[in-house]
C-alpha cells in the first residue's frame, strides 16, 4: 500500500497503530497482485440505504486521494467519503447518515477537516463499528451525533506517531558516512535524510509537531464526546464496553441492524 509505506519513510505523522501500520504495508508488499485479482470479481464496500438511514462504509486504512489498486488492496478514500456524505445529504429520502466503520486508522492529511464537516452536518449522524474504530477512525466516528460500538469492538488508540529511522549505525558499520549539507537558515530542511541521526533540535521539533496533531485530536473528540475521560486518551485501544464506561461512546450495540431495528438483510438497497 504506497501511501502507508510512504507516510512510514518520509517523516509523516500517522494516526495508526504503528504494528498495524507497518503489517498492512507488509501484506500489501507482499499479496497485492493476486488480493486484487480476487476483488476484482467481488465488491468492494459501497454505500447503501436501509430506509430513511443512508451508510456509508469506512472500512480499511484510510488515505486521501487514493488509486483504485489502493482501494482493491484494502484502503479507503476520504475524499470518496466526502462524495458520499454530500450526496447523502442532497438525498431527500435519507433523514440520518449512518458511518459503518472498520478501520484501524491512517494517515493525518483530510481527516480533521472530514470529522469538522461530519460534526456540522445538518442531518442527524451515527458512527457504529463491530470491529475497529481507532486513531484516525476514531476522530471520524466521534464526530457524529451518536457513536457506538459492538461490546468486543476495538475502540480508541487516540495517537498520533511518527517514524524516522536511523540507520546511522548500520552505514558506520560499512564504512560509508553521509553528509549532508543544507541551507544554513533552514536547519530542519535536511532533518532525518538516510544516514544521519536526528539534532536534539530536530527531534524537538517533531514532538511539537505530534503533539500539536495530538491536541487537535483532542479538542475534536472533546466538541461532542464531552464526557471522555482523559485517562481514555493516552494511546491505548479498549473494548466497546470499556470504551462506553470511559466516555468514548454514547451507547452499546451488538449489531449496526439492531441498532436501527432492521431484520431482512436481503432486501438491502445498495447505491451503485
Known amino acids: 500500500m504506497r501511501f502507508i509505506n510512504k507516510a512510514l519513510s518520509t517523516k509523516s505523522i500517522l494516526l495508526i497503530d504503528p504494528s498495524i501500520a507497518r503489517q498492512t504495508a507488509a501484506d500489501a508488499e507482499k499479496f497485492a497482485f493476486t488480493d486484487i485479482l480476487s476483488q476484482v470479481f467481488g465488491e468492494m464496500p459501497k454505500p447503501y440505504k436501509i430506509g430513511?438511514?443512508?451508510?456509508?462504509?469506512?472500512?480499511?486504512?484510510?488515505?486521501?486521494?487514493?488509486?483504485?489498486i489502493e482501494r482493491m488492496t484494502g484502503a479507503v478514500d476520504l475524499n470518496l467519503i466526502n462524495d458520499q456524505?454530500?450526496?447523502?445529504?442532497?438525498?431527500?429520502?435519507v433523514k440520518t447518515i449512518i458511518f459503518n466503520i472498520d478501520s484501524p486508522g491512517g494517515v493525518v492529511g483530510g481527516v480533521e477537516e472530514i470529522s469538522r464537516k461530519i460534526s456540522n452536518l445538518s442531518k442527524p449522524t451515527i458512527g457504529y463499528t463491530d470491529g475497529m474504530m481507532c486513531s484516525a477512525a476514531y476522530w471520524i466516528g466521534s464526530a457524529c451525533d451518536r457513536v457506538l460500538a459492538s461490546p468486543s469492538a476495538d475502540v480508541g488508540s487516540i495517537g498520533a506517531f511518527m517514524n524516522v529511522i536511523d540507520v546511522s549505525e548500520a552505514y558506520k558499520s560499512m564504512g560509508v558516512k553521509s553528509v549532508v549539507i543544507s541551507s544554513a537558515a533552514s536547519p530542519l530542511k535536511a532533518a532525518g535524510v538516510e544516514g544521519t541521526s536526528l539534532t536534539e533540535d530536530q527531534k524537538k521539533y517533531f514532538q511539537i509537531e505530534v503533539d500539536r496533531v495530538y491536541a487537535d485530536f483532542v479538542d475534536s473528540i472533546m466538541i461532542k464526546r464531552k464526557m471522555a475521560q482523559p485517562e481514555a486518551m493516552l494511546g491505548q485501544s479498549m473494548s466497546g464496553k470499556q470504551a462506553a464506561k470511559m466516555g468514548l461512546l454514547t451507547g452499546i450495540s451488538d449489531s449496526l441492524n439492531e441498532l436501527i431495528g432492521y431484520k431482512n438483510n436481503n432486501t438491502k438497497n445498495i447505491i451503485k
Open 52 to 68: 430513511s438511514y443512508g451508510i456509508i462504509p469506512v472500512v480499511g486504512v484510510i488515505g486521501k486521494g487514493l488509486s483504485p
Open 85 to 93: 456524505i454530500d450526496a447523502y445529504l442532497e438525498d431527500k429520502e
